[in-house]
């Protein structure tokens, strides 16, 4: 297969950062043909098995309804919404049920081997092959690959060339040949033969080599997929392997050392979960020769998503991340069994069982036995009171034995994170099992999301966090945007976090801006929150809470914020300063959810040195 890719082309190695002995090792460990992974339809005992499975069943089910219905269509049009409206969801939308349809019948014909489902497969196979472009319209802003300038790949076009790749590995002959022949040449001509010549410095595009976030792990992962289920040539399909050895570092590299993502939970589960898929492939298809999760940088990174649980199913909802997002309970299992973890999930989790996307889930399909174990890192053991992500910036503390089930995350970190929003000195409170005080998460994507005017949104400024505002001025963007860590002092009873975060804001005569937070635990727990603030001159100051919650003033210096059962009572000192209460909600699109209030406490006359505190309390 991918005759074409071998013919007629020089390549340079002097050119490439892959070393060719690398290639001629990995080569040796390889199989001598093409295989990608999952059972394939021949192994009848297998799929049979698995029909009588309920959750297989559902695929089945869902297969026959699908397959009749027209294929939903990709206009010009539709494509080019994006560019002249800024509506990512429109096109995404009609690219992913398109996407799931290869999914959902590839399986189906699977499970019941009957050929029913060629015809369909090979009309979405067919659409699928004749899109301009793999990229979503949202990556391709220039429509140069659109209009066929460039060929370049992204997060989409990765999975479909992988998802395309492996349905020709379950199905083989069982396709047509024009229809093998026609899949094979697109996955080259858009994903493999591009890759090369961008790798070696024959083209320009795939910007996510270099990258440190969840990009790289993702479309290498589609890339090297690709590769072990088309490629034939095992010094060719090594190549790929090696290719994907070499920058799935620039990955691990975008975790701090402690292991703290600051993409957040939901781009963990799809970066670092691409991530355990490209290595366990790698895995499979070396017969345990190269081991990426072996790998020592990628342990920190491993343990994030069981270190950053506040209580029980909660998780923050830092930066660019659903308040609803939770880790995937397959990685769980995956990552539990690889470094040794006491985890239910390590028997509740069946990797036979579907999981969402054909490629991801036949990964974890062809895990035919016990995993190989890896030294359990001194990070694992358990903290139950805190993680304190010292790298990371961020301090999760949790309630004590005793007491109202209080909770808080603590945010120093600067201003240019992964999927960042200005947000340095924010902080959550959980009572219960609600995040009545809350960072509130990621909007729905447009074409402002990602440009000069992020910023402008509520919900991504530091405006929609619970931080200062001085002198009308919000925090600053950018890594210089830094909350410098004066003083931690952890102990059973109680927590102490020391922030400057004058670096955040440019106000020409701050001489002092610290944040310094005291969580209580026991039976009167508490956040403390004291902002100490000096200028040359008189200015204003205004504090701020943020909640997906409901909120009443009390009492002269106290509000009550409450969200569902759960509340928490917030009483103001400023030190005999007159202030004001008054609350915004912040109208940006969440996608459903339930948009944010601010509610901002204002100082009523400037101040040029003085305090401010806010003591929250479960409500009794």
């Known amino acids: 297969a991918l005759v074409f890719l ?20 990995i080569a040796g460990w390889l199989p001598a043909s093409a295989r990608g992974s999952g059972k394939t339809i021949a192994d009848r005992a297998y799929w049979d098995g698995q029909l009588k499975q309920k959750a297989w069943a559902a695929v089945l089910a869902h297969a026959r309804t699908l397959a009749p219905k027209p294929i939903p269509e990709l206009t010009d049009e539709l494509f080019l919404d994006y560019s002249r409206t800024g509506n990512r969801v429109r096109c995404q939308r009609v690219l992913s049920e398109r996407d799931s349809r290869l999914d959902t019948l590839t399986l189906a014909e699977c499970l019941e081997n009957q050929g029913t489902f060629i015809q369909p497969l090979c009309d979405i196979i067919d659409a699928l092959c004749a899109e301009r472009t793999w990229m979503m319209p ?58 090369r010549e961008i790798v070696e410095g024959r083209a320009d595009g795939a910007y996510w080599l270099s990258a440190t976030h969840n990009w790289n792990a993702v479309c290498l992962a589609g890339v090297a997929g690709s590769a072990l289920a088309l490629v034939d040539d095992a010094q060719e399909r090594a190549w ?43 895995r499979q298809a070396t017969g345990g020769k190269l081991d990426l999760v072996a790998d020592p940088a990628a342990a920190a990174p491993a343990l994030y998503s069981l270190r950053a649980e506040i209580v029980p199913g909660l998780y923050p909802s830092i930066a660019d991340c659903s308040p609803k997002a939770r880790p995937d309970p397959t990685l769980v299992r995956y990552i539990a069994e690889r470094f040794g973890l006491d985890r239910p999930e390590r028997k509740t989790v069946n990797f036979a069982a579907p999981i969402k996307g054909l490629a991801p889930g036949m990964v ?51 201003n240019a994170e992964h999927h960042n929003h200005n ?39 530091s405006y929609g966090h619970a931080v200062p505002v001085l002198d009308g001025k919000l925090q600053n963007a950018g890594s210089q945007a830094r909350a410098k860590v004066l003083k931690t002092q952890f102990s059973d009873a109680e927590d102490l976090l020391t922030l400057d975060l004058k670096s955040g804001y440019s106000v020409p005569d701050l001489k002092l ?16 929150i004291q902002d100490r603030v000096a200028f040359g001159e008189a200015r204003k100051f205004e504090s701020a809470l943020v909640t997906w919650g409901e909120w009443k003033q009390v009492s002269a210096d106290t509000l009550r914020i409450k969200d569902g059962s759960d509340a928490v009572d917030v009483k103001i000192d400023t030190g005999g300063r007159a202030f004001t209460v008054s609350s915004e909600t912040l109208d940006e699109d969440v996608g459903g959810g339930r948009q944010p209030t601010r509610i901002a406490i204002k100082l009523t006359d400037p101040l040029q040195e003085g305090r401010v505190s806010l003591s929250i309390t479960p409500a009794r």
């Open 6 to 25: 071998l013919a007629g082309m020089m390549w340079v190695e002097a050119a490439s950062p892959i070393k060719p002995e690398r290639v001629k090792e």
């Open 138 to 195: 949202a990556h391709d802003r220039k429509l140069d690959c659109f209009n066929g300038k460039l060929m370049d790949m992204d997060l989409r076009a990765t999975l479909v060339g992988w998802d395309l790749a492996t349905t020709h590995h379950l199905l083989g002959d069982k396709l047509p040949a024009v229809t093998r022949a026609k899949l094979e040449a697109e996955v080259g001509r858009r994903i493999l033969k591009p890759f």
């Open 240 to 282: 790929y392997v090696a290719a994907a050895e070499h920058y799935i570092q620039n990955f691990l590299r975008g975790f701090t050392p402690d292991g703290y993502c600051s993409e957040g939970m939901g781009y963990w589960v799809y970066g670092f979960g691409r991530f355990l898929m490209l290595s366990e492939m790698v």
């Open 364 to 414: 974890f399909n062809a895990i035919g036995g016990p995993l190989p174990g890896l030294p359990t890192p001194k990070l694992a053991q358990k903290e139950p009171y805190r993680t304190w992500f010292d790298n990371g910036g961020v301090l999760i503390c949790r309630p004590g034995p005793a007491g109202a089930p209080l909770a808080a995350v603590l945010k120093a970190g600067h």
């Open 423 to 461: 947000d340095i000195g924010s902080f959550s409170v959980i009572v219960g099992k609600s995040m009545v005080l809350c960072d509130p998460g990621a909007e729905v994507y447009t074409a402002r999301t990602f440009s000069s005017k992020r910023y402008e949104s509520k919900l991504l400024s």
């Open 513 to 528: 801006l610290e944040r310094e937070f005291v969580f209580r635990r026991g039976s009167k727990p508490a956040l403390i």
